[in-house]
């Protein structure tokens, strides 16, 4: 049997068993282990290399995924004829850069994960990020965590392995409710609420408790994921301009939806607040026929930095007419996977009725953590300290702005994690997002979050011109995206610096 | 101001704000506490009840939301006056079952509140619960899974509080294909696996990667909750009978599908094993045009206790038409709400189009949990004891039940967590199933799973006759499913003591 030696020690950082796949993969490709040859048991190989059985055991797995070698029943693996491969035209993708290539046409799937290392290798080198959905990662509470884990997984009953209620344990929910209560003025009973493995699965079932075919108004530019979900989930989605007037009742009017998606706190991407004339217009206007409902995503309304908090509109409304969207994701952490959804008992009715079997979609140990996390009073504390922090690295931003003659405009602060930022240069947008990206600055333009960009690029500059208003119509302005929800200050600094050299 | 003595130690078995929440409403209801008169603060209660507070905010609150008792602002609780509550007709839910009940008019919500309690008392009161979906919670590896959960948690890197990859980690999906490989013969890159948070939300992903419109073929009775989601996602749904044929080549030409839902290993709650031939008929048929797939629920397969395993339709299929589908709700627990599909690569790439924006429904520990679980060989290890467990129940029961001269037919042995018992008795199905809930045991008849039972209660009689084929057609004997996996030795004992007093 032939021996085989990896080094595991050196070359790129990557997962141990795919420097195994990948060294055997050139071994054979490279011709120095021929058809047929015998490779070692993964028991014998896992001991030579003193790696776990399972390492071994994935890297075999996908050679012989990828047709590189053959299992034959009580016999072992062996070495395959990859000329056959060739022959047939479906070469074996590339999954390491910088590996001897073999000749042969390129296969779909050989471009593919072609496409998916150079897109690992970029997410690798970014330095510095500017995304709006970032957060700080850095004063996560993990030893409060670490021991609220602890207790709940110190109960051994039964009650933590069976999923429990579809809606999201009761106790979790009334915690949320008084929290929603006190903090956003929202009125709700527990029955009202279900939580869900983020907002895409929650909007995933409002388009069923909904029913099919509704047409649903959002602002332009918008959260893209919550308009692609409702377009998969078979909704006719519309949008008007976020930037005159918005969804002034007027625009609702001539649209004529049966539900509208709003962000009246904080509207992402604009960072605008909907007035509250606007927001009365809107729900008198849903209250006016059946069947019209307003869905409030309420995303990032813990942090805002100036002002009185703006109370949620769910609380305004007294005739069932508010769906109420919210998020653990940016106030404790997006590997949570818990969002909740406040519906008026009305569609709380239909819930149970059309989607009252499903199970939930929230493991029940986050659930008890969660719980915990709220009831022992940790979550205020923490979003009060996050507040805190996230201020600070806002003002600190707008401070280093202002040092920058190309800054002609700042929107969107004192509230959320970013800022738009309108820069004077004779690069466009995409330019300057390219050419920071490729500077290890992760940055994104405004329109980037403009629906009919990806669709339709003719109607997507239409409407970008509508959003520009005032503005010379001639030139068109890049407008950035700056996420401080990630960087350091020293962070905030060189990126910064990178962009003043890109821009000018 | 008034005060509050609440007897936290006494009564029946509820969390502190209930009976916190009961006792204040008592008081109100019977009039010891008057309109007008002001509640405790919620500090001070807690401090005189030494309990926490929000404890008492969740009794408030939901005193509150019920209407018993008012806030204003920077003044404190109020006690309403609740005979306005009953002339307007909006009696309050009556949470807790024994509780004075208060006259008035009965609205839809306290109907609604009596039935959930109603349910509730019905499911505290299961002593034995035969529910085919049930699992053997006492033999979970509580202490490998809370170290393995320390170990996870002690990393607090950034990796654990970002969502992560949207298809779920790539580490875990190569250690779930390596295990699919090697267990049930499921050839598949880890590219080709998406994680989701239990098999509905993949059904969902799958309806929309599908394309809508289009029309499911199923087999009756089936998994309700695999129908309902597929209706509910905007599919055409059709069943053919399981009884005759079931998913034949000739009745599936004659519906003319686009998509098949089978469970060719294990057919729930059938418990059939689809022959060799009708799976290549059926192979043969999707590969014949394009756009055709089979979905190969694959739930429980992981027990079988006698012949030779069944290795999955999955790994027969060389032109890319089986969407695999499987769980690790039967094989570790529910409450882990993690499922996972295998496209073929072309709707693997599909999926990366329209779904590749949505985040991961599974929480990032728990993926790391999992993968630890997997990779350290807990699972093989786990399934391993836990096949021999069920085994002995399936075992003992099928012995047992040759006791009852009842018994005319056990079908569905050999695999799975339950078994299909026909009775002989005068008594309908629906009703032995009423009278053992009443004797506190849970169980559940065939009828329960036939697909137009809940909708066209007329059709339902030509299914079940259909299904019932050869038996006689006057007289429908009752078949009763048994799940074994709850229920201990001594419980299969009593319950079918139970039965037998039932059923003669």
């Not at 074996?92 to 910088?98: L, S, V």
């Not at 072609?114 to 995304?131: G, L, N, W, Y």
């Not at 001539?254 to 962000?263: A, E, F, H, L, S």
């Amino acid at each position: 049997m032939i021996e085989i030696m990896v080094d595991l020690q050196g070359g790129a950082k990557a997962p141990l068993y795919e420097k195994i796949y990948g060294h055997i993969r050139g071994e054979i490709i490279c011709g120095r282990l021929l058809p047929g040859e015998k490779l070692p048991s993964t028991r014998l190989l896992a001991g030579n290399l003193a790696v776990s059985r399972s390492t071994v055991e994935m890297a075999y797995h996908q050679l012989l995924a990828e047709g590189y070698i053959k299992a034959e029943p009580c016999r072992g693996f062996f070495v395959c004829d990859i000329t056959e491969l060739y022959q047939l035209g479906i070469e074996t993708p590339q999954r390491t850069a910088g590996q001897a290539a073999a000749g042969g046409r390129r296969g779909k799937r050989a471009a593919a994960a072609e496409r998916e290392t150079a897109e690992e290798r970029k997410a690798a080198d970014v330095r510095i990020d500017f995304s709006p959905y970032a957060i700080d990662t850095g004063h996560f509470p993990y030893n409060i965590w670490r021991k609220l884990y602890r207790n709940v997984l110190l109960d051994d009953g039964e009650e933590l392995v069976l999923s429990g209620d579809g809606q999201g344990d009761y106790g979790l929910r009334c915690a949320i409710a008084v929290y929603l209560h006190r903090a956003r003025g929202v009125n709700c009973r527990p029955e009202q609420m279900v939580l869900g493995a983020g907002n895409e699965y929650l909007e995933l079932l409002l388009a069923q408790i909904l029913g099919s075919g509704k047409k649903v108004l959002m602002e332009n530019p918008t959260y893209l994921q919550a308009y692609r979900t409702f377009r998969n989930a078979g909704c006719e989605v519309e949008t008007v301009s976020a930037g005159e007037g918005g969804l002034s009742e007027d625009a609702v009017r001539g649209k004529n939806p049966d539900v509208i998606y709003m962000m009246p706190s904080h509207q992402f991407p604009m960072g605008t607040v909907m007035p509250f004339g606007q927001r009365l217009a809107l729900l008198r206007w849903a209250s006016e026929a059946e069947g019209r409902f307003l869905i409030e995503d309420d995303h990032d309304s813990e942090y805002r930095y100036r002002g009185k908090p703006i109370p949620a509109l769910q609380g305004q409304d007294s005739s069932g007419k508010v769906i109420y969207l919210g998020t653990f994701s940016k106030s404790i952490a997006p590997s949570l996977r818990i969002s909740y959804m406040v519906l008026p008992e009305s569609l709380a009715e239909v819930y149970r009725e059309k989607c009252g079997f499903y199970s939930t979609t929230v493991p029940r140990v986050q659930q008890e953590v969660l719980r915990a996390f709220i009831e022992e009073g940790h979550f205020e504390r923490h979003l009060n300290r996050m507040r805190g922090i996230y201020r600070g690295k806002h003002d600190f931003l707008l401070g280093e702005l202002k040092r920058y003659g190309w800054v002609r405009a700042v929107g969107g602060a004192h509230a959320g994690l970013h800022v738009l930022v309108t820069a004077e240069s004779a690069r466009t947008e995409a330019e300057l997002c390219r050419l920071a990206r490729e500077r290890g600055v992760q940055i994104s333009g405004l329109s980037g979050y403009v629906v009919e960009a990806r669709r339709e690029p003719q109607k997507k500059t239409a409407d970008r011109a509508a959003y520009d208003g005032a503005r010379s119509a001639e030139q068109t302005p890049a407008v950035l995206l700056l996420g401080y929800g990630k960087p350091t200050e020293q962070e905030i600094v060189q990126g910064l610096e990178i962009l003043n050299e890109i821009v000018n």
